[in-house]
């Protein structure tokens, strides 16, 4: 077992006065792809804002390899390694791809990082080479998929805090989608964590699956069991 490169206490976090998160604790071990699954307003994007600093918990705490993130500016915990490629993912269609790909390296004092950076991408993502100048509304669906990945993985994370990549995707991209990641875990010891509605995709990719349920964690399992779990489908997934 590989330690934990994201631990998460008794986080409680929301839009207002009444929290969406209800102290939720979860693991997240390094190098490996957690999948959180739930019905639609489980609070699974609330988790993800949460983690990027996007929104500030109002109890609990976050550790990013044994470290508390408490108060860290949000660009600070991209240098620190955290990524976020939120629904919707965020393109800037009236910036190319290329451009869209340098705000993800804008960080890098390092010029030279930064390019190299951008032509491993290049190479991970051959359409998005092959569009470098067209600008980001003029990519289809799986394009935009790809270059907010790419965006999110210019910055070279440790953790890739994914939401909803599967959404408005044929099936094939999504199977693409998937194999990337599997890749970049196996090979470039990537940790994930990915929330999806795409439940069988989300586990058939993941080694550990987060259940999540009005706020709440209720399961913690690896990925197989939790497929293999008729009653805990029917209960919370849906299938
Ligand atoms: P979905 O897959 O539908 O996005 P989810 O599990 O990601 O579901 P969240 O989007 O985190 O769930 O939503 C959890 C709760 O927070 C819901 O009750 C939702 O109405 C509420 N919520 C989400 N975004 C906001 C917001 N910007 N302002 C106020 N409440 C919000």
Partial sequence: MSADLLAVDGLVAGYGAAPVLHAVDLRVPAGTITAVVGANGAGKTT?????????????????????DLRGTPVEQLVRRGMAHVPEG??????????????????????????ARALDEIYQLFEPLA?????????????????????????????LLLLDEPSLGLAPRVVAQTMALLRNL??????????????VRSALAVADQGVVMSLGRVVTTAPADRLRDDADLRHAYLGF
């Fill in 130 to 158: 092959r569009r470098r100048r067209h600008l980001g509304h003029q990519l289809s669906g799986g394009e935009r998929q790809m270059l907010a990945l790419g965006r999110a993985l210019v910055a070279r994370p440790r």
């Fill in 185 to 198: 875990r196996d090979n470039a010891g990537l940790t994930v964590l990915l929330v999806e509605q795409n």
């Fill in 47 to 67: 988790l993800l804002r949460t983690l990027s600093g996007m929104l500030r918990p109002t109890a609990g705490r976050v550790l990013l390899d044994g470290e």
């Fill in 89 to 114: 993912r965020g393109v800037i269609g009236e910036l190319t791809v290329e451009e869209n790909l340098r705000l993800g390296a804008l960080w890098r004092r390092d010029r030279t990082d930064a």
